[in-house]
């Protein structure tokens, strides 16, 4: 097929309407089967499967429920509960005076300055994932378990790392088998399904959590008697921050909740975008072409740092298209606590609210051919309506985490692409399936050759 009309991997919409039993069994193996072809083509969608829901990709009515009306639309109730069990009342959950004091205080830890600080274990763990590969010859490799490593080296690193207790790897078992578990749950209850539908998250028992509980507590309180570590990372800044309207400061269980969110919320979405945008870059050997140009002109050989991000302009742009086509948080979900209108449609309370990220970025409405891979649709910003692009949702419960986020990716994949030349490995195309987050089934098999 000649390579300008081909398309990278999608998922299938489907035309016809889903009964609610279709509906459920679709979406226990991929939630972004629950999206209908009309919600890349209409502002608006809605439906009842259980409940009432609606789907809304329109710009103007997204920025009214994240931005103007944002104490009438609480995260869902299938949000919270799913996420309540590991991580509790954190700045990721709560809501109201709760989570106002919650981002005031970890605000300032999320700085320009203290994200650039925390780099260089970005480009140590980057560097760390050349050497594996390199030394794993010219075998493929599944880029997607390396991404896995690598962004939790760097959260392990900037959260508990350097205390004797903390045992990342049970922490990263531990999380893994919540996020897999827990995903299960939320499906079926974002549908609104009936409660006596047998829920497979509920059988998890919650011992593996426990137990991470447990680990994160002593770390903090090791820190509170070793003091803080040379260059401050998060729980030390995190452990310094105070309210600033009213001087209150966490306490050992709300910065554990708080750091395992970050752990929770940073780890895997960071992983998969780096994941996707190698497959795409594989995909697309031009575009590969075109940011190694721009690494080698201004790496010259040595791995990425904070400073070189701001002079990567093509490969922050391949980053940025790759959490377009496959944003990780691909669905975002509120539910109305008051009677509203949305794009002249009837809003009840109680009735849920999905932004679902993924239709957005691929509506017709808002995006030139918007199934291909091109970067260069980055190339001025201004262009790009800001809530037609929402990767990292926005108004005031905007990811935390967006800049380092995005530093992050930006030094891992220019230090991979600075070092090793990438090539798709045929009939191994990853498949995008949605469970809590959006992954590339499969992996994302590649074959990695040195470059000299
Ligand atoms: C590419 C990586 C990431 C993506 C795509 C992503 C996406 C998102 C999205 C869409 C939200 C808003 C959810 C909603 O409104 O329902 C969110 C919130 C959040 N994210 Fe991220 N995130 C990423 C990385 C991170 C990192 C690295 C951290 C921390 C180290 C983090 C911490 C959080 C927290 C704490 C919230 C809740 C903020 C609040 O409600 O005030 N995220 N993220």
């Known amino acids: 097929m000649n390579k300008s009309s081909r398309l990278p991997v999608h998922v299938p919409l489907h035309k016809a309407p889903m009964g609610l039993w279709e509906s459920l069994s679709a979406a226990r193996h991929n939630l972004l089967t629950i999206l209908p072809e009309i919600a890349v083509k209409q502002p608006m969608v809605s439906g009842k499967t259980g409940l009432r829901w609606h789907m809304v990709m329109d710009p103007g009515a997204i920025r009214r429920i994240l931005l103007e009306k944002l104490d009438d639309y609480p995260k869902s109730h299938a949000t919270k509960n799913l996420l309540r069990p590991a991580i509790g009342e954190s700045l990721f959950v709560a809501e109201g005076t709760e989570w106002r004091w919650q981002r005031r205080t970890a605000a300032p830890v999320f700085s320009h300055r203290n994200v650039q600080a925390l780099a260089p274990v970005m480009t140590t763990a980057a560097e760390k994932c050349c050497d594996r590969i390199a030394k794993s010859g010219p075998a493929a490799v599944n880029m997607m378990d390396e991404m896995v490593r690598t962004t939790f080296d760097v959260i392990a690193d900037v959260t508990f790392s350097g205390d004797d207790h903390f045992d990342a790897k049970a922490v990263h078992h531990a999380i893994d088998d919540y996020i897999s578990e827990a995903g299960k749950l939320s499906i079926l209850d974002m549908l609104g399904a009936p409660d006596w539908v047998p829920r497979p998250g509920r059988l998890f028992s919650g011992s ?4 991470m509980k447990h680990v994160a507590d ?3 309180e090791d820190r509170r008697v070793s003091g803080q570590r040379t260059t401050l990372d998060l729980l030390d800044l995190l452990l310094e921050g105070e309210d600033p309207e009213t001087a209150r400061r966490m306490s050992t269980g709300e910065l554990r909740d708080n750091l395992l969110t970050f752990i929770v919320a940073g780890h895997e979405t960071t992983a998969l975008t780096l994941s996707w945008a190698l497959y795409l ?9 075109l940011a190694r140009s721009e690494i080698q002109s201004v790496l010259d050989g040595r791995s990425a740092t904070a400073d070189d991000v701001s002079q990567l302009p093509f490969v922050r742009s391949i980053i940025d298209e790759a959490l377009r086509l496959y944003p990780p948080a691909a669905i975002v979900s509120r539910t109305a606590q008051v009677a509203d209108t949305l794009c002249g449609r009837e809003i009840r309370p109680g009735d849920t609210v999905m932004i679902p990220i993924y239709a957005l970025h691929r509506s017709e409405l808002l995006w030139d051919d918007p199934n291909a891979f091109r970067p260069d649709r980055f190339a001025d910003r201004k262009s790009i309506d800001r809530y037609a692009y929402l990767p990292f949702g926005d108004g005031p419960r905007i990811c935390i985490g967006a800049s380092f986020a995005i530093q992050e990716a930006v030094i891992i994949l220019a230090t991979l692409l600075g070092r090793f030349s990438f090539t798709e490995i045929e009939g191994n195309d990853p498949d995008p399936v949605m469970i809590l987050t959006l992954r590339p089934e499969g992996g994302v098999w590649l074959q ?5």
């Open 208 to 211: 593996a959590t426990k137990q």
């Open 218 to 220: 002593q770390a903090i």
């Open 281 to 289: 870059c594989a995909f697309d050997q031009d575009v590969q072409k």
């Open 448 to 452: 990695a050759t040195p470059l000299e």
